[in-house]
């Protein structure tokens, strides 16, 4: 299965980006689907993740209440709504899948066994 990320680009601080992971095939329902960053020089960082099956979600405590996960199985897409955005939110946005995750694993970037190629988001002040 091969995840296309979309939907970065720049933007101001304050604006607002809707990032976009598309599955080439239809995801089993018991896949998670998370979403990570990384900026220069820093390691790959938590931001969200969703269950297909459940729709439960959790984010990162730095993103909590500015970005929202979604999913959309019928387009075999999970969606990154980005708003409030600040300087420090630039990275590139990996989104990723595994279908064996428990909830307390779905922060570690070791846990998803599959990777989309990342889109860059760049905010600035």
């Known amino acids: 299965v091969q995840l296309q990320a979309s939907g970065g680009g720049p933007v101001q601080t304050g604006g607002s980006l809707r990032l976009s992971c598309t599955s080439s095939?239809?995801?089993?329902?018991?896949?998670?689907m998370g979403w990570f960053r990384q900026a220069p020089g820093k390691e790959r960082e938590f931001v969200a993740a969703?269950?297909?099956?459940?729709?439960?979600?959790d984010y990162a405590a730095s993103v909590k209440g500015r970005f929202s996960i979604s999913r959309d199985t019928a387009k075999n897409t999970v969606y990154l709504q980005m708003n409030s955005l600040k300087p420090e939110d630039t990275a590139v946005y990996y989104c990723?899948?595994?279908?064996?995750?428990?909830?307390?694993?779905?922060?570690?970037?070791?846990?998803?066994?599959?990777w989309g190629q990342g889109t860059q988001v760049t905010v600035s002040s």
């Open positions: 990723a899948s595994d279908g064996t995750l428990i909830r307390s694993s779905w922060s570690e970037s070791t846990a998803y066994d599959n």
């Open positions: 969703i269950s297909l099956s459940s729709g439960t979600t």
């Open positions: 095939r239809r995801t089993s329902w018991r896949y998670v």
